[in-house]
């Protein structure tokens, strides 16, 4: 049966396509950033594993899930020049499906939210309505290169690590949690660049002025790299002066072998996009969780 006859004929939708709707390769980032902030609070899991772990799961399968549902049903016009075999514009999510998952999904995170107290349920509402502002009509931010990146950046990285912090130690975070989340959010737009190069024609036609669209894939590539690196030069000169040398150093061999991956990155920006969002973004997220135990000790504040 041909993808035309599949979306007219089918009228639920089909289970392995909704777990593909919510694109699992995609949580990690933001789980990783929730764990980076438990363990930068400076405060003992011991009796608050629940918090943490409910806290990972919101942050991945619920509001990132949510999130790619929603921008999948926003971009289904887009889809269906890049990606033709995508759950909705290949039909195996037919009709208001795909925005009925998407709805739902906005429900389910801030009821778990609202578990995590004020300041988990204070951080669902903010992931929740940066997701649509991204994705929908008439905000759509992101059909810049520069909002759409940035608050994707925020959203993955910062958020979490601050709502993690936050919700572990009942409170507000330190200004080096602060600061050091903020700064890794700030190198996260250039990771979203990157994987804006997978869009690259769709994009194009459909008038969405991502950096590759604008820049061209050399320029876009060459500053999302140097967009990458200076946030975590930043985190390692204040990791020095904060007396903590060797998760300096730490931080800054991941940021060595970033150099490498980024070398092989510009000798064909579009082409291997995809393999630096699989080796030098791990890297990057490895000096996240180097800097949160360096911080963890530094006390309430500067």
Not at 135 to 161: D, F, M, N, Q, T
Not at 252 to 277: C, H, I, S
Request: glycine share 10%; hydrophobic share 50%.
């Amino acid at each position: 049966m041909s993808v035309s006859e599949t979306s007219h004929s089918r009228s639920l939708p089909e289970p392995r396509a909704m777990l593909r709707l919510i694109k699992p390769i995609t949580w990690f980032p933001p789980m990783w950033a929730y764990l980076c902030g438990a363990v930068s609070a400076g405060v003992s899991p011991r009796g608050q594993w629940d918090v943490v772990i409910l806290g990972v799961l919101l942050a991945g399968p619920i509001v990132c899930g949510m999130s790619q549902a929603a921008n999948d049903w926003c971009d289904r016009h887009v889809d269906a020049i890049n990606e033709p075999d995508r759950p909705i514009p290949s039909g195996r999510i037919p009709g208001m499906w795909g925005l009925w998952i998407a709805l739902a999904m906005s429900v389910l995170s801030l009821i778990v939210g609202y578990q995590l107290g004020p300041w988990g349920f204070g951080a669902t509402i903010v992931g929740v309505a940066a997701a649509w502002a991204y994705s929908a009509e008439p905000i759509r931010l992101k059909r810049s290169g520069w909002w759409g990146p940035g608050l994707v950046g925020l959203s993955y990285e910062g958020l979490p690590w601050i709502t993690g912090a936050a919700v572990l130690a009942a409170g507000a975070p330190s200004s080096y949690v602060l600061i050091v989340a903020l700064l890794y959010a700030l190198g996260a737009h250039g990771i979203m660049t990157l994987n804006d190069f997978k869009a690259l024609e769709g994009d194009r036609q459909m008038g969405v002025n991502s950096l590759p669209v604008t820049m061209g894939p050399e320029a876009a590539a060459k500053l999302a790299c140097i967009v990458m690196a200076v946030p975590q030069m930043v985190v390692i000169i204040l990791l020095a002066l904060w007396d903590r040398p060797l998760h300096a150093l730490g931080v800054l061999a991941v940021l060595l072998l970033q150099f490498w991956a980024m070398r092989t990155l510009l000798t064909d920006p579009k082409g291997r996009a995809p393999w630096y969002n699989g080796t030098g973004v791990t890297l990057y997220v490895s000096g996240m969780m180097i800097a949160a135990f360096a911080i963890r000790s530094l006390g309430a504040g500067l």
